[in-house]
C-alpha cells in the first residue's frame, strides 16, 4: 500500500484514482479479490513512434530521427521508471497465474530494452515533420512549455 498523500494533478490522474477507487469498492462489496497494476513509460517495439501521447522515449526517437536536439523541460532532474512491454506482458501472466502481489522481478534490464526499442526504432520510416507537429499540439494544449536543448 502507498502512504503518500494522494493529489491528483490532472483530469487524467483524477480519473484514474476514481478508477482504482471504483475497483477497490467492487471487491469490497462483492468479496473478489482485485489488484490494480500501474504501468508508466511502457516502450518496445510496436508502439506508436507519432504520437505525442506514447510516452517521452518516442518523442526523443522522432526528434533523434529528425535531427532536432533533444528537449528537456523543467530543470533536468526529474526521474522516471521505464518498463519493457516484455516485461508488462509477463507481470500481468504472473499477477493472473499465481494471484500474489509484487513478485514480478524484470527480464529485460533498461539499457538492454533500449537498445532493443532503438534497433526496432531505427527500422521505423522517418516521421518527417512529425516531431514539430508533436511538439507545436503539446505546447498549444498546455502539457508542455518551451524546452531548453540537451
Given at each position: 500500500m502507498e502512504d503518500q498523500l494522494l493529489s491528483p494533478a490532472s483530469c487524467y490522474g483524477i480519473t484514474k484514482h476514481n478508477q482504482e477507487e471504483l475497483l477497490s469498492f467492487f471487491s469490497y462489496t462483492f468479496n473478489v479479490p482485485a489488484v490494480a497494476l500501474r504501468f508508466q513509460n511502457v516502450y518496445g517495439p510496436g508502439q506508436s513512434l507519432t504520437n505525442p501521447y506514447a510516452g517521452i522515449l518516442s518523442?526523443?526517437?522522432t526528434g533523434i530521427s529528425a535531427d532536432n536536439p533533444v528537449l528537456i523541460y523543467e530543470d533536468g532532474k526529474e526521474t522516471r521508471d521505464f518498463v519493457y512491454i516484455e516485461d508488462v506482458v509477463q507481470s500481468i501472466f504472473l499477477r493472473l497465474k499465481i494471484r500474489k502481489a509484487l513478485?514480478?522481478?524484470?527480464?529485460?534490464?533498461?539499457?538492454?530494452?533500449?537498445?532493443?526499442?532503438?534497433?526496432?526504432?531505427?527500422q521505423q520510416p522517418a516521421g518527417i515533420g512529425l516531431y514539430e507537429n508533436m511538439e507545436k499540439e503539446m505546447i498549444e494544449k498546455g502539457l508542455m512549455g518551451k524546452g531548453k536543448s540537451a
Open positions: 518523442i526523443f526517437n513478485e514480478f522481478v524484470p527480464k529485460m534490464d533498461l539499457q538492454e530494452g533500449l537498445k532493443k526499442f532503438v534497433a526496432w526504432a531505427n
